[in-house]
């Protein structure tokens, strides 16, 4: 990614994608877990979201040749990675970065021709890895973001594109917005915005899914089932530009669905039977993760939970409630 002449050029991968207009290159004060440092010489950190799996995957639009979009549901849940400066020489304290994080670090110091100064680095996460959580690309997030500050750089969303599109097939946890998104050729298709938020009851279903493995799978799927993706994706982008949750909610689980067709969820089908016994206003899936849940425009009295997750324990599993989205 660096420039061999040391110049600091901009890496643009969704250069003329949308008609959306130009990316901020800097956030808010509190974006994605970004503030300025307090230029005490401490530790600095970076902080970004995980997923809930996705309110849509599919196909971008019907076709021979489909593209994987997904609009991504962001969870408040994050991983962490913090920096701290130090003198003294010496290995690295464990818990270290992760493979991916440590080579989205090295991109991103090749990038602006930069040296780390000595320093550890350690890290958290509320994330599990392979259930469709976006743990991976939020950990390499999270890394870029404290590197970010820890140079007292710009954040460039332009730079973390081309670092994931370096490292792997990712989603939009970068940004703090909903968005169609291809996720192999990181392209952003549309933002959607931050008024539709949801209140979650979920489970983990055991297991794994190598996300490689299985997409010759769901784009043999795509291609069969276009039509009802595309009716599904129109379903969804309205729902969002028209602000209405359960306009979002209906077309979300007409997506989980057709994932069903390829990516079966064991407890899909109780979820479907019982969802107007709990109100809840749809359900969603980790299209290719281990997450299966309902989502609830309001948040579900006392009661209500204490049922869905006796409900949740009849099947076997441990619910979870959590917020996601944004409004």
């Known amino acids: 990614m660096r420039d061999p002449a040391g110049s600091r050029r901009p890496y643009r991968p969704w250069a003329d ?17 970004l503030q300025e440092s307090d230029g005490s010489g401490g530790t600095v950190s970076g902080v970004c979201h ?34 701290t400066p130090r003198t003294t020489a010496g290995p690295p304290p464990s818990p270290a970065l992760g493979e991916k994080s440590a080579t989205a670090a090295r991109l991103f110091l090749d990038h602006y021709g930069l040296a780390l100064p000595p320093g550890d680095w350690h890290t958290h996460s509320e994330l599990p890895l392979g259930v469709g959580m976006s743990s991976s690309t939020a950990d390499i997030v999270a890394t870029l973001r404290c590197l970010f500050r820890v140079f007292s750089l710009p954040y460039d969303t332009d730079v973390v594109l081309g670092v994931l599109a370096d490292i792997e097939r990712a989603d939009s946890v970068f940004l703090d917005e909903f968005a169609l998104y291809l996720s192999g050729r990181h392209r952003m298709v549309r ?12 489970v983990t279903e055991p297991g794994t899914v190598d996300t490689a493995a299985v ?19 129109t379903d969804l982008l309205k729902g969002f530009d028209s602000g209405d949750p359960a306009a979002v909610a209906r077309a979300a689980t007409v997506s989980a669905a057709l994932s069903q067709e390829v990516l079966p969820k064991a407890t899909f089908s109780s979820l479907q039977a019982h969802r107007e016994r709990f109100g809840a206003d749809g359900i969603f899936v980790a299209h290719t ?24 324990h009849s099947l076997g599993h441990q619910c979870t409630f959590a917020q996601g989205g944004y409004g």
């Open 215 to 233: 997409t010759p799978l769901l784009l043999d799927h795509y291609r069969r089932r276009g039509e009802e993706y595309q009716r599904c994706l």
């Open 191 to 202: 933002r959607l915005g931050t008024d539709v938020g949801f209140h979650t009851a979920y």
């Open 17 to 33: 994608v949308s008609s959306d207009g130009p990316r901020p290159t800097t956030p808010g004060p509190v974006a994605g877990g």
């Open 289 to 312: 993760g281990c997450l299966a849940g309902y989502l609830f425009a309001s948040s579900p009295r006392a009661e209500v939970k204490s049922e869905l997750s006796a409900f949740f």
């Open 50 to 83: 995980g997923t809930l799996g996705e309110l849509y995957q599919g196909p971008l639009r019907a076709g021979t040749d489909p593209e994987i979009a997904v609009v991504s549901f962001p969870v408040d849940r994050h991983s962490w990675v913090y920096f």
